[in-house]
């Protein structure tokens, strides 16, 4: 009987360097290395279920970040705001716009499965071609989209038309949506029609920067990251070009061969993060970022709270308020924190308020973050 092939084995806190390196969070990187819309093209999108987490994902990562550079790449079309991995929301460059939401469009058809009763007598078909023609002809708000559908439909469940829309086609929020200091509400056109040129899916490149910005990984950490499935076939194609690894409980491991694995006692500075940071969604394993104990504490219902990371790992979250003249950042451990660490925290939370606050004044405070 053949034995079982063994590989390099990476511990918990090598898969923490490792993933951090990727992530630009064990440094921040230079302006000199890496613009703005390079850094999201690097991270493969960031999230953003709210106009603001891919600011201060970025303020985390980029040394001298400006919101205005990523307000501007949104102007001017060279990001954009859609839904891809996880059905959920993610800023994106033109380029992966074209390509990431074809790639997933397999896990928008599970999902639109799970609204065929609302949908009963509904030609999907047809229901992309009515809605393609009616956000191309001007961007319309999903109450727009919707009332217009239920005119075609008007038998039809008022969200599954909804739902049906953003499964079907690939639509973009347009600008002012998503731009830093505006408001706007979201109204959406096609991803061909906002960036002028048609989409297509490109699998194994994905997968390779997929573990570029999140490994090394295995293939359900990737399935997890993007929601689809059946991905084993792509990394078997590119077995041959990748080092291969295993972590303490056997799981096999992907990597790019020259990709950074720093030792794992690389010291880790603490880091604010965003709600829904990336970080902290894209493994099936999380607890090479996200302690065990800690896991449930990042939530609240359906509300995610920011959170910060000490040592390279979860250990609280924060809430910024904001007056005229005052940021307060309240920042909440899970644990306990040395003297050290609440002083590097209350440093780098000054840091991240210069960069993301016109407030004069700032006061970085120990608490608990209320509601």
């Known amino acids: 009987m053949a034995s079982k092939t063994t590989y390099p084995v990476l511990g918990n806190r090598a898969l923490n360097r490792a993933t951090l390196d990727r992530q630009l969070l064990l440094r921040r990187v230079p302006r000199s290395a890496m613009s703005v819309k390079g850094a999201v093209e690097h991270l493969v999108g960031l999230q953003a279920q709210n106009v603001k987490p891919p600011y201060y994902a970025l303020a985390a990562r980029l040394e001298g970040f400006d919101p205005e550079e990523l307000s501007a790449l949104m102007a001017s079309r060279e990001v954009a705001r859609l839904v891809t991995m996880r059905s959920t929301i993610h800023t994106h460059s033109t380029d992966d716009c074209l390509t990431l939401r074809p790639l997933v469009q397999a896990a928008r058809d599970r999902e639109l499965g799970q609204f065929s009763t609302g949908l009963a007598g509904v030609d999907l078909e047809r229901l992309g071609a009515v809605a393609r023609e009616l956000v191309e002809e001007r961007p319309r708000t999903m109450k727009e989209l919707r009332e217009a559908l239920l005119k075609e439909w008007p038998d039809a469940d008022p969200f599954s038309l909804s739902v049906a829309a953003r499964c079907v086609l690939p639509l973009v929020q347009v600008t002012p949506r998503g731009l830093w200091g505006r408001s706007g509400q979201v109204a959406l056109t096609t991803a061909e029609h906002w960036f002028g040129r048609a989409a297509q899916p490109a699998p194994d490149a994905t997968v390779l920067r997929y573990l570029g910005a999140f490994g090394p990984a295995s293939v359900k950490d990737m399935q997890k990251w993007s929601g689809l499935t059946r ?141």
């Not at 209350?346 to 120990?366: K, N, P, Q, W, Y």
């Open 231 to 371: 991905l084993r076939e792509a990394f078997e194609r590119l077995r041959p070009q990748l080092a291969v690894f295993q972590d303490e409980n056997g799981v096999e491991l992907f990597d790019i061969p020259g990709a950074p694995r720093p030792d794992a006692d690389t010291p880790a500075p603490p880091r604010f993060l965003p709600e829904f940071d990336n970080l902290l969604l894209s493994h099936a394993d999380r607890t090479r970022v996200v302690p065990e104990e800690y896991r449930m504490r990042i939530w609240k219902g359906n509300m995610a709270y920011c959170t910060f990371l000490v040592d390279g790992y979860l250990a609280g979250i924060w809430r910024l308020t904001e007056s005229d003249a005052t940021a307060t950042m309240t920042v909440q451990a899970f644990g306990t924190l040395t003297r050290a660490q609440r002083d590097a925290l209350a440093e780098e939370g000054d840091r991240m308020l210069t960069v993301l606050s016109s407030a004069t004044a700032h006061d970085i405070r120990f608490g608990t973050v209320s509601e």
